[in-house]
């Protein structure tokens, strides 16, 4: 019998790859993707469990990444959709280079929805398939110092609920994962070290991967990760957002780093 198959965005480092470490410890075959080289050493750590693993090195920003990425799926039905490349952009929105925050909003939106069109009209055709869309709990607020970011991450986890109320009838299921601040090497990318929660400890990526896999084997609509993760969006959908707003500019503001 042939193996269960998985796309998961996002591989190379953090949430990502454990994500796609787990997949294949569970016994799926995978197809991974990310825009940097470490791509290719990520597949090695994952070819351990025993996986087939192809891999596509593509700017999932662009529709032409996407393109690439389906294409190396040919034509194998999909069992799973892991989309969880995405990635962050600290400072002052004014001070940010808007090209940069263009590829935020087209790697976290654009690209991951486009992805999920792709693959989910394909598990409709056959109507089997689970999809996990990494949101996060940025989305309940709004993000100063990260404001361009929190948006996309609001947006995911809006879409991924109402995509699973549009597939209620079918054997599809959407799950979004919502992490709080975990210890990967997302505040780097976003140049946000020299803040508080660039700095503060975060949670462990594979325990933030294994809450989400999990999810999305039991087919669960949504999953905050961690208990302080859980009451703080409990709090934040009762708090008033310029509450929120001037909360976050505590850990996103440049220069709140403890010393
Ligand atoms: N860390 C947190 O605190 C946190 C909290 C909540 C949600 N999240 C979400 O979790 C997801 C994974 O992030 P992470 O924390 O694990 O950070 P990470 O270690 O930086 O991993 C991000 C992954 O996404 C890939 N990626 C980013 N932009 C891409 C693009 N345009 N095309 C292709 N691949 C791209 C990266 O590959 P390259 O390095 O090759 O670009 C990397 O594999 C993201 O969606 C993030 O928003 C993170």
Redesign the pocket.
Known sequence: MSKPFAIV?????????ELATICAQEGFDLLI????P??HTAAQRIRDFEAEVTVVE????TTE?VDQLWAAAAGKPVDALLA?????LGHAFLDQDFEQVR?VI???IT?TIYLVHKVGNDMRRRNSGRILI?????GFTPGSFQAV?NGT?AFLNSFSFALREELKDTKITVTCL??????????R?AEMMDTAVGTAE?DD?AEVANIGFDAMMKGEGDVVSGLKNKVQSAAANVIPAGVLASQHRKMAEPGTAKK
């Open positions: 965005t996002g591989a190379s480092s953090g949430i990502g790859l993707a990310a825009d940097r470490e791509i593509t700017d999932l920003a990444g969880n490349a995405g990635h962050g590829h087209d790697t976290n690209g990494v949101g996060s709990i940025a970011y991450k919502m992490p709080g601040a975990t210890e990967t090497e997302f505040f990318r975060k990526p």
